[in-house]
């Protein structure tokens, strides 16, 4: 069912060569960009009335109205599953722990007598926040969008997801994003909820509409459409990432479980059709029993045909054998997954040595699906490679860093010198003269001051 990818024997690859070997989804964001763009700019000179007509067309359904009214979010709430809402609520109460731990203090560093620079943290004003809703519902993608968001500072926060067909006559939810959607932002006290989905929605978000107000930053997960949406505004708004199809690697020697093992390939195939699952392992063993794991439990799931099996069939899922543990190093940073595994012996101190990866889970205790909801970390995490460079949604995602330079007049006049001379390197002659203003005689209103240092060229 799963293909094999044989890197024993040979030296490994450096850089490029070795990612090129490795298992990847197609995720063509460009192409999808031409098409979201006619999409997006309907939004931008139609408003509301654009969006309305989206969701008939994409959605199925036609809205009276985009905001989600106040009612409909304390009724979700007050119908949610008492035992969904106990989750929920642990899953808010642990992220908080974690989120807020991040929060930065402003600094400030003495450079000189009588110079300053302070750092000041300063929140994001509104960010508009996206939570998927096409194959599944995810109120933990409402959880781990509005948490961070919450514990920066943010004072505005609005948040768009895709609206439902009605399940039968009269639903009264038909039109309105998920039930337990709503419930998730009710029990966050999030009131400014919207029924728009894909590109349609980053849109409504970047230039706003006659309900919906401009926002500074849009985060969340999402399908192509929203990934290209993204790029499109990158710019214009601050984004975290264009999120691609979710990922799972799972670096593991003899001392792993098949049964863990094959569990969490299928847990994160389950999420769509490209979903990857990669396991690196030196232990052909393991690979075998894995193989032979994987037909009963699939067997015994859900989402078998339209999910499960095009995923762990597809290019983007592999085993990847390599020589040890050293070499399965080498291709598990090289391939930058969004959840990365360790089953091995003295999986701590292995997982230590990762570079790349979104977030790391340790040992068998620690299964991506706990991180998924109620680990305490976040689970918008880079894809597609990208956690070479980029990080998952935190409370920094949210701020920005101001620095503040205040300088005494002596503190300036101490090293006036120094900013005329690179001035001057740079053949940018005014800067310099910006400082020599400060001290010449027609600005001192007396003699020329010496203190400066510098010695007036010509003369």
């Not at 976040?378 to 949604?393: K, Y």
């Not at 001057?424 to 027609?442: Q, T, Y």
């Amino acid at each position: 069912m799963i293909s094999r990818i044989d890197l024993r024997g040979d030296a490994l690859p450096e850089g490029a060569a070795l990612r090129d070997l490795l298992p990847r989804a197609e995720f063509d964001v460009e192409a999808a960009l031409e098409k979201v763009r006619p999409i997006c700019e309907a939004v931008h000179h139609r408003g509301d009335a654009a969006l309305i007509d989206y969701a008939e067309r994409f959605d199925g359904v036609r809205l009276t109205q985009v905001r989600v009214p106040a009612a409909a979010l304390a009724e979700a709430l007050e119908q949610l599953d008492p035992q969904v809402r106990d989750a929920l609520e642990e899953s808010v109460r642990r992220a908080r722990t974690v989120h807020r731990a991040q929060r930065r203090k402003d600094h400030t560093t003495q450079v000189a007598p009588g110079g300053t620079v302070t750092e000041k943290w300063v929140p994001v004003q509104r960010v508009g926040l996206y939570a998927p809703g096409g194959r599944s519902v995810y109120p933990s993608s409402v959880v781990m969008n509005v948490v961070p968001a919450q514990e920066a500072g943010v004072e505005s926060i609005a948040l768009a997801s895709p609206p439902q067909k009605p399940r039968f006559e009269g639903d009264a939810a038909g039109g309105l994003p998920h039930p337990t959607i709503l419930a998730a932002c009710a029990l966050l006290g999030v009131d400014e909820v919207y029924a728009a989905g894909g590109a349609q929605a980053v849109a409504m978000f970047a230039y706003g509409t006659e309900s919906c107000a401009p926002a500074n930053m849009v985060t969340g997960p999402g399908n192509v459409w929203v990934a290209a949406a993204k790029r499109y505004f990158t710019g214009r708004i601050g984004i975290d990432t264009e999120a691609g199809p979710t990922e799972i690697a799972i670096l593991a020697d003899s001392t792993a479980d098949p049964v863990h093992v094959a569990a969490d390939l299928i847990s994160q195939a389950e999420h769509d059709p490209l979903a990857a699952a990669v396991l690196v392992t030196d232990s052909v063993e393991l690979a075998d029993a894995v193989q032979r794991e994987l037909e009963p439990q699939i067997a015994a799931t859900k989402h078998v045909e339209d999910r499960i099996v095009p995923a762990l069939t597809g290019k983007q899922s592999a085993i990847v054998l390599v020589d040890g543990v050293d070499e399965g190093l080498r291709v598990v940073d090289a391939y930058g997954a969004e959840h990365l595994e360790i089953q091995t012996a003295d999986a701590s101190s292995v997982a230590n040595r990762v570079r790349n990866a979104g977030a790391i889970f340790v040992g068998p205790w620690a299964p991506v699906s706990l991180g998924d909801y109620c680990a305490g970390s976040n689970h918008v995490l880079p894809t597609g490679g990208c956690a070479c460079h980029s990080s998952g949604l935190s409370v920094q995602s949210f701020l920005r860093g101001i620095h503040i330079v205040d300088y005494t007049r002596d503190a300036l006049a101490e090293v006036a010198h120094h900013v005329v001379t690179l001035a001057e390197a740079e053949d940018l002659p005014a800067h310099g003269a910006a400082v020599k203003a400060r001290f010449d005689e027609s600005s001192a209103g007396g003699e020329q001051d010496e203190s400066v240092g510098w010695k007036v060229p010509g003369e």
